[in-house]
């Protein structure tokens, strides 16, 4: 069995600050791990995506991530808030078989 | 890069009526499609996964019944809530992998579908 624990529902900063997401997993083999973004009533976009390659992953809109596999953690960050990017995250272990398990989400507020 | 296409977006319909609900992959070929349910803030629940050409696979507690999938092409796989009741309104959203793809890549998603039932 497989399972993700975003650590915060809601995550506030101020426009330029760092982010940081928090992510555990728990999985009974090497798992590939995803961070997903959803807008209001939108599908979701993929911002990266580790699977047992470097454990450091860069994505999209200076978002990354870094695989710790003796914390089991996947913990998503951005130096530098945007507005734009405030939305709801999803961090996703994708199982053996190709089916994926979902966090609960972490609503991002960015403050001007 | 990889496009899912969701239609309709946003649809209302009374208790009793059924809705089709299309999902499409524009520019590769899916043999496996997911369904999700996703209520108001909260999460992504998997119901069903849609295989080209057989029957679905559902989730624990999905009725497979009630939510009718055909996955009848490589780009082309339909969700149907029949006789549709208010607790039925959610926000339901497909995404699909290319058969060309390792299990283990990601899933391209719909911008999905909202469904109101009065």
């Known amino acids: 069995a497989q399972s993700v624990t975003q650590l915060d529902s809601h995550v506030s900063v101020s426009e330029g600050t760092p982010v940081l997401l928090r992510c555990n997993y728990s999985?009974?083999?090497?798992?590939?791990l995803f961070w997903y973004v959803q807008h209001p009533n939108k599908g979701l976009q993929l911002l990266l995506k580790?699977?047992?390659?470097?454990?450091l992953v860069k994505g999209i809109n200076g978002f990354e991530a870094e695989f710790k596999k003796s914390e089991t953690s996947f913990h998503l960050t951005k130096p530098s808030a945007h507005m734009s990017d405030a939305a709801e995250y999803f961090c996703?272990?994708?199982?053996?078989?190709?089916?994926?398990?979902f966090g609960q989400g972490t609503i991002l507020t960015v403050h001007p | 890069g990889a496009v899912v296409s969701q239609h309709p977006s946003w649809v209302i319909c009374k208790s009793g009526t059924s809705v089709k609900i299309e999902c499409r992959s524009l520019?590769?070929?899916?043999?496996?499609m997911f369904w999700y349910r996703q209520f108001p803030k909260q999460s992504l629940m998997l119901m069903a996964t849609?295989?080209?050409?057989?029957?679905?696979?559902?989730e624990q507690g999905v009725e497979k019944d009630k939510f009718l999938i055909n996955h009848a092409s490589l780009t082309l796989s339909t969700l149907t809530v029949t006789s549709a009741h208010p607790e039925d309104s959610s926000f339901y959203i497909c995404?699909?992998?290319?058969?060309?793809?390792?299990?283990?890549?990601?899933?391209?998603f719909g911008n999905g579908t909202r469904l109101t039932v009065t």
């Open positions: 995404s699909a992998r290319d058969r060309d793809s390792f299990f283990h890549s990601p899933l391209h």
């Open positions: 999985s009974s083999y090497s798992p590939s």
């Open positions: 580790y699977t047992s390659a470097a454990t």
């Open positions: 996703v272990v994708n199982n053996s078989y190709g089916k994926l398990t």
């Open positions: 520019d590769f070929q899916a043999t496996t």
């Open positions: 849609s295989n080209e050409g057989s029957k679905a696979t559902y």
